[in-house]
């Protein structure tokens, strides 16, 4: 029985969909005025790692993440930039999903944007209003919170206790300083909407609970993000959410731990804050996905270039036995198993028993990460090159299951261009002829093209450095 940590009940729960076989899940998407930065990519990984392992687990899933692309700071970088608010949600949107597809992130199933849903979300206010729940002060409509007796059960505290901490924006109009708005009234030279409340935009809070009404339902699965939206976002998502329709929004509230840099908060003002895109000049941007998903995605995660480093050699260990396992597979015979073999076969398809009871406690990647290396430590103890095809291609299957469900292991194998191929074959004719000076200059030619060769038993093996 899978288990998740529910951030509303503050403790590990038994996963039971609305619909047998079936998961609804929503997770807050960015904000499109910049690329995104690797505290971000650390919550879209984990939650499209969680996806396919819903999938795996024999889930149908339907994911939507959503695109801000209306805001004040898209506004603000469009006046910095001379051009039109569209155009830079538009070219941010098409940046995400590059640097996205970069890091292994599979797309949503659905991927909405704010100003597609304008329409559902002045009928979502306009509810609000009608029940008692929002008010209309010229043409700006806030939410009241008084007037909705769970505020803050997400945060865990009491109405009283959060205005008491309350760092809010100082507002005339507002009749508590906790009151959030639904409906901003339009600025000169803003984008904005014709509204039964004047010309505006919807505000913030408001987009993802009317979306998420809209895809998936009055009451989804799982609804996640960072644990910087615990409060005031995901709070006051659940205010209007079940002010609106008197039901639950999520069942589950999962939430992703921060990422720190060399131990300290990332921010721009310490010079700290990274993209992808930085960390892409220096390393291959599996190794991030490895190192995001070999923490418990709660916990805290600290990034530097030696942990990262780290990570690369962990990753090039999994690709070695991949490629190992490949080269074994092509060589070995068809053969019967032996007595030996079906018992070695069975120890081996035991890990993924031992895969699934990690993961499906609280999708815990880190001991699944810990599963898989144990995995290879069997395959290099009891699959050596004289297995039978089919041990091998279990083993094979196995670790690519395995990995597949965390979306590592992905890259396939570039096939070596026709320059190392020759270089390859140039030496192993040196070797022939006993022209070993000739055949170690080659070996480090093909070194410098970041291709290493090792002279095994069963012949010359290659990967890239």
């Keep these: ?24 899940m929503y997770a807050c998407g960015p904000t499109v005025y910049n690329y995104f930065h690797i505290g971000n990519a650390r919550t879209f990984m984990v939650f499209d790692a969680m996806r396919r392992y819903f999938e795996y687990r024999g889930y149908k899933v339907t994911f939507v993440q959503n695109f ?20 830079i949600s538009e070219k941010y949107i098409e940046e995400y999903f590059k640097d996205a597809g970069s890091l292994g992130i599979r797309r949503a199933d659905i ?11 002045i009928t979502f206010i306009e509810a609000l209003i009608e029940k008692g729940f929002a008010y209309e002060i010229v043409g700006d409509v806030y939410f009241d919170v008084s007037r909705f007796k769970d505020y803050g059960k997400l945060k865990k505290q009491s109405l009283e206790e959060l205005q008491a901490g309350a760092r809010v924006e100082v507002n005339e109009h507002k009749k508590n300083p906790l009151d959030f708005a639904l409906w901003k009234a339009a600025k000169p030279d803003e984008p904005s909407w014709e509204s039964p409340w004047g010309l505006g935009r919807p505000g ?72 992808p895109r930085e960390i892409a000049e220096e ?6 996905r490895f190192f995001m998903l070999s923490a418990h995605y709660r916990n805290p995660l600290n990034f530097s270039r030696e942990v990262l480093s780290a990570a690369a050699n962990a990753l090039e260990r999994l690709y070695n036995a991949k490629n190992n396992l490949q080269y074994l597979l092509e060589n070995a015979e068809e053969k019967d198993l032996t007595a030996e073999e079906n018992n070695l076969q069975k120890q081996l398809l035991s890990y993924r028993g031992k895969f699934v009871s990690v993961m499906d406690d609280d999708f815990n990647t880190a001991d699944g990460i810990a599963i898989i290396f144990d995995l290879i430590r069997a395959i290099n103890t009891y699959v050596l090159s004289d297995a039978s095809k089919e041990l091998v ?73």
């Design 283 to 288: 390393f291959d941007l599996e190794s991030l």
């Design 111 to 121: 991927h909405p944007k704010v100003t597609d849903n304008v329409k559902e979300i």
């Design 393 to 465: 291609k279990t083993a094979l299957d196995l670790l690519l299951e395995t990995t597949g469900v965390l979306g590592l292991l992905a890259k396939e194998e570039e096939a070596l261009n026709q320059e190392v191929e020759a270089l390859i074959e140039k030496r192993q004719q040196a070797r022939k002829d006993k022209n070993y000076q000739l055949a170690d200059e080659i070996r480090d030619q093909l070194k410098e093209k970041g291709v290493i060769l090792e002279d095994t038993s069963q012949g010359v093996k290659w990967r890239r450095s």
């Design 1 to 24: 029985m899978m288990k998740l940590y529910n951030t509303l009940t503050r403790k590990k729960e038994k996963f039971i969909p609305i619909t047998p076989g079936e998961i609804k």
């Design 204 to 275: 913030w809070h408001i987009e993802c609970s009317a979306m998420a009404q809209k895809y998936l339902g009055e009451t989804i699965d799982i609804h996640g993000g960072g644990g910087d939206l615990v409060f005031p976002h995901h709070e006051n998502e659940i205010a209007q959410s079940e002010a609106c329709t008197g039901k639950p929004f999520a069942n589950y509230w999962l939430h992703v731990g921060y990422l720190n840099i060399d131990n300290k908060k990332m921010s721009k003002s310490l010079n700290n804050f990274f993209t």
């Design 68 to 87: 801000t692309d209306i805001d004040d700071k898209i506004i603000n970088r469009a006046k910095e930039e001379n051009v039109t608010a569209l155009q």
